[in-house]
């Protein structure tokens, strides 16, 4: 499984990027706007960084301007992943840019039909928003099983699974279960990926038993 994180916050990026388990990272409009930052600049900078795929989101609605924006975001740096929303033009836009090889992220997709438009269209990835589809009284995570049995089925289909919009840890072992091929996390999901309570109750206790002993490895 990859794991990639969902923010435009470069300092998080850099800080979890030095723990050695980052594949990727996720940004999507609403992101850079909270991050005050030049968008071109930012996505230069965190695909500086990060040594993996690097999402960046068209923002025109219409086909032409969407490619227009989609080659130059890719010129940006070689692991930029130009992402489009799931709607006839960005589904155009994808096939385009897939045919130039350019990854395509795309975004926004709430349904199995979506997916499967995408997987159509050369899509590098989909990513189901299990988050916002559990906010309308729907699963989210039914959806990434229904994805992953749908693309399973045809050998033909390439594209991997992102599944996004988690919003907690159990969404992410469901995702893990569930056979999505990414994980995209916010920053704040990550720390607490890391917290057990028998994991500090623990080494507390190989600490102090330690101490006992008056050794010291170094
Ligand atoms: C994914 O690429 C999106 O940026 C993200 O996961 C959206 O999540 P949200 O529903 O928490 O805004």
Redesign the pocket.
Do not use: E, V, W, Y
């Given at each position: 499984m990859e794991f990639f994180v969902?923010t435009a916050d470069i300092n998080e990026i850099k800080r979890i990027n030095n723990m050695g388990i980052l594949d990727g990272v996720?940004?999507?409009p609403?992101?850079v706007a909270k991050s005050n930052k030049n968008f071109k600049q930012l996505i230069k900078e965190i695909c500086k960084v990060v040594n993996g795929p690097v999402?960046a989101e068209v923002t025109a609605t219409k086909f032409e301007e969407m490619y227009k924006e989609g080659i130059k975001l890719s010129k940006i740096a070689k692991n930029v992943v130009v992402?489009v929303p799931l709607t006839v033009d960005g589904i155009i836009t994808c096939k385009k840019l897939s045919k130039k090889n350019i990854g395509v992220?795309v975004?926004l997709c709430f349904s199995s039909n979506q997916a499967i438009l995408a997987a159509k269209a050369g899509a590098k990835y989909i990513?189901p928003?299990i988050?916002?589809l559990d906010d309308v009284g729907k699963n989210g995570v039914s959806l990434i099983e229904e994805i992953k049995k749908i693309y399973s089925n045809y050998k033909n289909f390439k594209t991997k699974i992102?599944a996004?919009?988690?919003?907690s840890t159990k969404h992410i072992e469901q995702v893990a279960i569930a056979g999505a091929d990414v994980a995209?996390v916010?920053p704040k999901l990550l720390e607490e990926m890391f917290k057990h309570p028998l994991t500090n109750k623990g080494l507390k206790m190989f600490l102090e038993d330690w101490k006992k002993t008056k050794q010291k490895i170094l």
């Open positions: 969902d996720t940004t999507n609403s992101l999402s992402k992220n975004t990513s928003f988050g916002r992102l996004a919009s988690i919003r995209t916010p």
